[in-house]
């Protein structure tokens, strides 16, 4: 199959650059502290956020001077062709998990917790590539939502190198039959990285071109991200002006 046109068009018809399309909304769950829902292209990803709370379980995990973040990550049943018989605690969710709490430890001002734990819990309700991705910036908002300062929003994004061509967003199909594939979680603003993972060669010559599609992608999506949490905080603020 050809992934990437004479044109310069990708299998869904979009060009090297440009994401997926996305769409997000904040606060979908009462019974959470925090919540968000979001669609990169047909991936769907639900987080939950509860915290900062006293430490459960296990109290020699209280940490004395910053606290102790907590991440699940899943996947529905019914999130892929193959049913799952275990969305939780095969290797490939705890590695997953264990990447999201090294990811959000760099964003979140842990040290104005202490002796407490925050819970972030993220799910994938449809896989169609990206999903560690979808999840970071789902899991952003939901922290956002629950009103947990932050030194920055997280941002992530995958790219891959097809036919010398570096693309951003990378889809199931392009996960699968492509080349290599590169995933970036930032904080925008500063560039900090936060996780810098590749999951297969790539030549050091295609290196910084890759990173830099990545890069571009997450502050894209930082752009749709800061945009969802403005128009959230309006539409809290104009019902609380009603009531």
Known sequence: MELLSDQGFRVDGRRPHELRKIQCRMGVFRQADGSAYIEQGNTKALATVYGPHEVTGNRSRAHHDRVNINCQYSMATFSTGERKKRPMGDR??????LNLQRTFE??????????????????????DGGNYCACVNAATLAIIDAGIPMRDYICACSAGFISDTPLVDISYLEESLG???????????SEQIALFQSNSRLHVDNLSQVLDMAMKGCKDVYTVLDGVVRDHVSE????MDRS
């Open 92 to 97: 490939k969710s705890q590695e997953m998990s």
């Open 179 to 189: 080349g290599p594939e590169m995933i970036l979680a930032v904080l925008p603003k």
């Open 236 to 239: 809290v603020t104009d019902s």
């Open 106 to 127: 760099a964003a979140i001002m842990t040290h104005l917790y202490p002796r407490s734990q925050i819970d972030i819990y993220v799910q994938i309700l449809q896989a």
